[in-house]
């Protein structure tokens, strides 16, 4: 009887490795090995979203896909060659084999305004522009004249200078009309140059005696 205690003594750690202790791994490892993936090489095709299609049947793998054809070495998918967009274009739709344009610019963008083709605008007073028909905005910028005047003024909504007072010129630190004599002082006649207002007058000092003139 002790010789059969000891050999089952000797038989009770072999349970760890009796498969009935584990029926949950065992039935995991037997659901794993019975899976089957399917392979639909040679048989068929599947689109983005899953869908099966048999050999030669068409079909569109994506919303923004050519159209395929199920082969045998896989999908082969049409490559058109599709129309230029419109180079003024400003809205793509991609929900076709090729891009569509949905929308072109008519309009013209110039410092944060919109105008229409062909429309002209003073975006300041010395500015003159145009809305091209290319979407670009073409300005042309007024050349003014040189002042014939040391003392011109800028009026409201004018791009350039004018003489309020007509030509003159300095004659020292006093500005005198052009086109004439002027006396400074008692003894001292100014004229413009002409035509040259920016230059100083030419001027004659007479002979004075005690600030009167003596001619």
Known sequence: ASVLLLSMSVASPAAVDNPQDYTADEAERTAVDNIIFDDYRGKGCVDDSGFVYKLGERFYPGHSNCPCECTEDGPVCDQPECPKLHPKCTKVEHNGCCPECKEVRNFCEYRGKTYKI?????????????????????????????????????????????????????????????????????????????????????????????GQSLS
């Open 118 to 210: 062909l429309e002209e605008f003073k975006p300041s007073p010395c500015e003159w522009c145009r809305c091209e028909p290319n979407n670009e905005v073409h300005c042309v910028v007024s050349d003014c004249a040189v002042p014939e005047c040391v003392n011109p003024v800028y009026e409201p909504e004018q791009c350039c200078p004018i003489c309020k007072n007509g030509p003159n010129c300095f004659a020292g630190t006093t500005i005198i009309p052009a086109g004439i004599e002027v006396k400074v002082d008692d003894c001292t006649i100014c004229r413009c140059h002409n035509g040259d207002w920016w230059k100083p007058a030419q001027c004659l000092r007479r002979e004075c005696l005690n």
